[in-house]
């Protein structure tokens, strides 16, 4: 069974957690703990609790076999996420990552060899 993470701006939750539960229905083992739980924000008055997520976002990240990216214009910690899935890439060759959307385009590192960009959900979909 493989294991799936899910990087998105909190802004699209429901958008991933509707994409998780289809991949879950799969077969896929769920690494994305980040959309299960409550928010840290504002990130400075939950210092101790928000060093411990990150923590284990990342591990997760790194511990997963496919790694999703949900495009966006904006957002940050999801592509300190896709850092991290690039660099499992980059020393393991372990990793499938799938950009989803047309934001991508906005980051050098979403060309790096082995990233699969693909328009919509359902085209990830049929390709996992």
């Not at 060093?51 to 999801?78: P, Y």
């Amino acid at each position: 069974m493989k294991a799936v993470y899910i990087a998105s701006r909190t802004a699209q939750k429901s958008r991933a957690i509707k994409l998780l539960r289809l991949l879950e229905a799969k077969g896929y083992r769920s690494k994305t703990d980040w959309l299960i739980k409550p928010m840290l924000k504002p990130y400075n008055k939950h210092r101790e609790e928000a060093k411990k997520f990150a923590r284990e976002c990342i591990a997760h990240v790194l511990s997963c076999d496919v790694f999703i990216l949900l495009s966006d214009e904006a957002g940050t910690g999801m592509y300190i996420e896709l850092g991290a899935a690039l660099a499992k890439l980059h020393t393991s060759n372990k990793t499938d990552i799938y950009l989803v959307g047309p934001h991508g385009a906005n980051s050098i590192f979403t060309y790096y060899p082995g990233v699969k960009t693909v328009d919509s959900d359902e085209e990830l979909l049929s390709l996992l």
